[in-house]
């Protein structure tokens, strides 16, 4: 697995990184295994410094930290300042109301005293991907650390940069080593530090494919793991909704960071009333995004992260198109030099089409009209994918009922999928399983240790 940051906007290699070899991981192993013994039994205060420094730091030098993303990955400027600020407000978040999160709860017995505690369980491996480089990890590592375990990260094989960056990071902070590890690893060394008794806990973002393997092999060894995976997040506008409000929010769910989100609005169900001029406006809007250099604030149309990523998608939509599908707009790479997709609506996919349980990871909206919010709910539901979904009307109640109704880990009215610290995020079905941020992520790996007195 070849660790290498390339420019995705001009195609220019910017570093190449080594791998490590097998004793340069032992040592990182059991450095982390020596830190754990001292920092298990740190004090919250202690541990919310370290956090609330590299909070500090994050604001102090956003530019710095967000061209890294946009160099690695493509992410438009404006949008990598923006995942620093979110990335910073996790580590406060954590930092100002873990100890709370993990007080000692007072049972009702019939007799005696019982409580349970909230214990750290150790050494814990993350496998986190690209597309939010350090947003993703901070999610995992914040609750982590605050509940006293020590974590290690193999990050995306191309964004180095960003993962030498937050390890350095938590260094600056005052984290002790062994702390927060980052790891430049194979394939073949995934599995062996899955397999190594040390590691107590396994998380992972990313892919279907990459996490049924990584779960079967921590299953195999009886560790714990999350899983946060893909998505193919529902987009309903029922009959009632402010339709301008609706493609304008539409737009932003679908072409945050080009499309590359696991939350993105990616299926959007239109009630018949409203359908034809809802794909019109989407249409036109989405017709309007211009590549350019992600570097320039100006710029409404970055590139995606990488060649391979364009050539995925692009062979996505050929398979849709060939099965039936219209591209109404877009359906190509965009004729500029660079890793350019252009913004794509495919309509008239049927149930035998591919694309209709498939995710597409990039700027491409899936379009279907449906008879009655009925339908609309159905269809919803008819997707291997579980993770997030939107639902646009004028009446809350009606919004909040229709939210009960779709099968997903977070639902959203009148806006698309966000994030923010206080809220979960997770799924169900092929999305995964677990909860992170919110109370919710930092009770994944502590043990709920129950002491009973008679």
């Given amino acids: 697995m070849a660790y290498q940051s390339t420019n995705p906007y001009d195609g220019k290699v910017l570093e190449q990184f080594k791998e490590s070899d097998a004793a340069q991981l032992e040592t990182q192993l059991a450095t982390a295994v020596d830190c754990y013994a001292a920092w298990r039994t740190t004090s919250f205060t202690e541990r919310r410094e370290v956090l609330q420094r590299a909070a500090a730091i994050l604001r102090e030098r956003t530019d710095e930290f967000a061209k890294l993303i946009t160099l690695e990955m493509g992410k438009l400027i404006d949008q990598s300042r923006g995942e620093v600020a979110?990335?910073?407000?996790?580590?406060?978040?954590?930092?100002?109301?873990?100890?709370?999160?993990?007080?000692?709860?007072?049972?009702?017995?019939?007799?005696?005293?019982?409580?349970?505690?909230?214990?750290?369980?150790?050494?814990l491996f993350g496998v986190e991907p690209w597309n939010y480089p350090y947003y993703q990890i901070a999610r995992f590592a914040a609750p982590n650390l605050m509940a006293g375990n020590v974590v290690m990260v193999k990050h995306a094989s191309n964004v180095p940069q960003c993962a030498r960056a937050f390890e350095r990071l938590m260094t600056e902070?005052?984290?002790?080593?062994?702390?927060?590890?980052?790891?430049?690893?194979?394939?073949?060394?995934?599995?062996?530090?899955?397999?190594?008794?040390?590691?107590?806990?396994?998380?992972?973002?990313?892919?279907?494919?990459?996490g049924a393997v990584v779960a079967a092999r921590a299953g195999q060894n009886l560790k714990k793991t999350t899983m946060e995976l893909g998505g193919s997040d529902a987009f309903?506008?029922?009959?009632?909704?402010?339709?301008?409000?609706?493609?304008?929010?539409?737009?932003?769910?679908?072409?945050?960071?080009?499309?590359?989100?696991?939350?993105?609005?990616?299926?959007?169900?239109?009630?018949?009333?409203?359908?034809?001029?809802?794909?019109?406006?989407?249409?036109?809007?989405?017709?309007?995004?211009?590549?350019?250099?992600?570097?320039?604030?100006?710029?409404?149309?970055?590139?995606?992260?990488?060649?391979?990523?364009?050539?995925?998608?692009?062979?996505?939509?050929?398979?849709?198109?060939?099965?039936?599908?219209?591209?109404?707009?877009?359906?190509?790479?965009?004729?500029?030099?660079?890793?350019?997709?252009?913004?794509?609506i495919l309509t008239d996919?049927?149930?035998?089409?591919?694309?209709?349980?498939?995710?597409f990871f990039g700027p491409v909206a899936l379009f279907f009209r449906v008879a009655d919010e009925k339908a609309a709910i159905a269809l919803a539901n008819d997707s291997p994918f579980g993770l997030g979904g939107s639902?646009?009307?004028?009446?809350?109640?009606?919004?909040?009922?229709?939210?009960?109704?779709?099968?997903t880990g977070m639902v959203f009215i009148n806006k698309p999928n966000s994030s923010s610290p206080e809220l979960p995020f997770g799924g169900?079905?092929?999305?995964?399983?677990?909860?992170?941020?919110?109370?919710?992520?930092?009770?994944?790996?502590?043990?709920?240790?129950?002491?009973?007195?008679?």
């Fill in 428 to 454: 169900i079905k092929n999305s995964g399983y677990g909860r992170e941020l919110s109370s919710a992520g930092i009770q994944e790996f502590v043990n709920k240790k129950l002491i009973r007195v008679e």
């Fill in 391 to 407: 639902v646009f009307t004028k009446d809350l109640e009606r919004g909040k009922r229709v939210a009960r109704q779709i099968e």
């Fill in 173 to 210: 902070a005052g984290a002790p080593a062994g702390a927060y590890t980052n790891l430049y690893i194979s394939k073949d060394q995934v599995s062996q530090v899955i397999d190594d008794p040390r590691i107590k806990g396994v998380a992972l973002t990313g892919s279907e494919a990459a």
């Fill in 86 to 123: 979110l990335s910073a407000a996790i580590l406060d978040y954590y930092a100002q109301n873990a100890e709370e999160f993990l007080s000692a709860e007072k049972l009702h017995t019939k007799t005696g005293e019982a409580i349970v505690e909230s214990n750290p369980i150790g050494v």
């Fill in 349 to 359: 996919i049927d149930k035998n089409n591919p694309a209709y349980k498939e995710e």
């Fill in 236 to 344: 309903i506008v029922l009959d009632d909704a402010d339709l301008d409000e609706a493609v304008k929010q539409g737009v932003i769910g679908r072409m945050g960071n080009s499309g590359q989100a696991c939350t993105a609005s990616k299926r959007f169900i239109v009630v018949e009333s409203l359908a034809d001029r809802f794909l019109a406006q989407f249409t036109a809007a989405l017709a309007g995004f211009e590549p350019g250099d992600p570097m320039n604030p100006a710029t409404t149309l970055a590139p995606l992260s990488s060649q391979a990523a364009l050539d995925n998608l692009l062979e996505q939509v050929q398979r849709a198109v060939a099965a039936g599908a219209k591209a109404v707009v877009g359906g190509a790479r965009s004729d500029v030099p660079g890793a350019f997709m252009q913004p794509t």
